[in-house]
């Protein structure tokens, strides 16, 4: 990058700042790839340019990086917005948002390395280096954000940096300076409320989540981050702990395995309860506060499983195991899917079986609730949270049916997985519809019976997704009886399923 330019500073295009903006000015704002594109070839040369003194280089680099943020966010509502995709184009707008924060962490971390290590000019950057370390702990916890919307593998190396440019702050007493982050952005930050927003999204199991609850996690965390709590000494109230001298990521503060002076120990602290109050005000309502800035709308259920999730992960009593789990080492036959699910359950059904969908995993560890597995060969992009799953374990011949609400790479070709049991007992089935203005439907779907009927108070039930609309019930028949299906409570819904919660009522067959 160095050689597109002279030996001088002088030479580099943006030497002057009224040069800067005229560069600025011309990036295309009607196409925001080929702008972020633009932006990070300027961001990686300022970054890169031994001749500019440390105050121009921090200049230079607000500038870019303030250009970029309108592309930015276009891009970002984008991916987030659309449910459907084309893999290219996916896999496109991920890598330049994910390139975006990885090349704005790099500069900003250049800019305050000047600070840090004396640099001739570093006393310029005094007034402007609480906003570099706002700006640059933002990018870093983007990274470790857009990592796991792809479940990509935990980089060790971004906390490392996150540690030191904290670590820095508190060092040189600026991590409660208050500033605004971007024009336009409502209220103030400071260094420490970043370093606290980015700690708490980890403590948030991110992992377990889909892309759109990782999303609204991360809002809602920017919306209540003024109620975080965090400490030197270890307190009652307090969950979690971060080793700014260690480089991992947060843990338990019941793990804690040692002490030490570069311990921080952190909580949600009244964000808990706020987190009850929005959950109650979601139900009552049906949406979020406006107070709340969120990227697109979110289904009520979606918000309020969110919280659900929040509040059992941010509590002071760590979430328990409903059961002990086992480790074991064996293989699990494995294939995915409504249909592939229902074909291994009924070979001679609709749907064939198809072989090219199904995999060999290693099961890790077992307990009444699941499997822990991992995967030695990932095939294919419907590998994510939420997909369903047909379980054969090694030397069985029944098929148990499972989804995954766990999912981390840890390569690009391997990963783990951590797998719910639905039911171990299933069964293939056919159910009608019925809805009470037009009587009940002659033609059947196919469906999955996760529980036997004969012997518990309520049935649960895949089907394909959508089939069942509001309102409606369903007709079972089995061992000679006709069960009428009353749908309750709210239903689980994935790419191509619902899981259906029903009373169950048995009918006369003269009705």
């Known amino acids: 990058m160095m050689k597109l330019f002279g030996g001088g500073a002088s030479d580099h295009p943006m030497a002057e700042v009224k040069g800067a903006r005229v560069i600025l000015d011309a990036i295309p704002a009607g196409d925001p790839f080929k702008a972020l594109e633009d932006l990070n070839h300027w961001l990686e040369s300022v970054r890169a340019w031994g001749g500019f003194k440390p105050e121009h280089r921090a200049q230079i680099v607000q500038m870019v990086d303030e250009a970029a ?116 952005l409502p209220g103030e930050t400071s260094p420490e409320q970043e370093f606290l927003k980015t700690v708490m999204f980890a403590a948030s199991s991110p992992d377990s989540l889909l892309p759109v609850e990782i999303e609204l996690v991360e809002r809602l965390i920017a919306h209540l981050a003024g109620s975080f709590k965090l400490t030197a000494t270890l307190q009652p109230d307090i969950v979690y702990c971060f080793d700014l001298a260690n480089h991992e990521p947060p843990v338990r503060a019941a793990h804690l395995p040692h002490r030490a002076p570069t311990l921080r120990f952190f909580a949600a602290g009244g964000a808990v309860k706020e987190i009850e109050k929005l959950a109650q005000t979601v139900k009552s309502t049906g949406a979020m506060p406006s107070s709340i800035a969120l990227v697109g709308n979110y289904e009520p259920e979606v918000v309020l499983d969110v919280l659900d999730h929040l509040a059992l992960h941010w509590s002071p009593k760590p979430p328990e195991r409903k059961a002990q789990r086992h480790r074991v080492k064996s293989r699990l036959t494995v294939t995915y899917g409504f249909d592939g699910v229902h074909a291994a359950l009924d070979p001679t059904g609709e749907v064939q079986f198809d072989p090219s969908k199904v995999e060999s995993w290693i099961v890790e560890n077992v ?28 030397g069985g011949s029944n098929w148990v049916v499972g989804v995954i609400r766990r999912f981390q790479r840890e390569s690009a070709q391997q990963g783990t997985v951590g797998i719910q049991t639905l039911g171990r007992a299933a069964l293939p089935v056919q159910v009608r519809l019925q809805s009470g203005q037009m009587g009940t439907s002659q033609d059947s779907e196919a469906a999955i019976l996760l529980n036997p009927i004969d012997s518990a108070p309520e049935a649960q039930l895949l089907l394909r997704a959508n089939v069942l609309v509001a309102g409606q019930n369903l007709e079972l028949e089995r061992n000679g009886k006709v069960y009428l299906l009353l749908p309750v409570g709210g239903t689980e819904h994935g790419d191509d399923y619902d899981l259906i919660r029903c009373r169950q009522m048995i009918r006369d067959r003269g009705e």
């Open 367 to 394: 307990s009444a609730g699941g499997f822990g597995a991992s995967v030695p060969q990932i095939k294919g992009e419907w590998l994510k949270i939420g997909c369903l799953l047909g379980l054969q374990p090694e």
């Open 69 to 184: 943020q309108v592309h930015l966010r276009k891009l970002q509502r984008e991916y987030l917005s659309s449910q459907r995709l084309a893999k290219f184009h996916e896999n496109r707008l991920w890598s330049v948002i994910r390139e975006w924060y990885r090349q704005s962490a790099l500069a900003f971390a250049i800019c305050i390395d000047a600070y840090a290590t004396g640099q001739k000019g570093w006393e310029d950057l005094k007034q402007s280096v609480p906003l570099l370390t706002v700006r640059a702990l933002r990018a870093y916890a983007a990274q470790m954000k857009w990592q796991h919307m792809r479940y990509g593998p935990a980089e060790n190396s971004l906390w490392e940096v996150v540690a030191k440019i904290y670590a820095l702050s508190e060092n040189r007493k600026y991590s409660q300076s208050k500033v605004v982050a971007y024009a336009g």
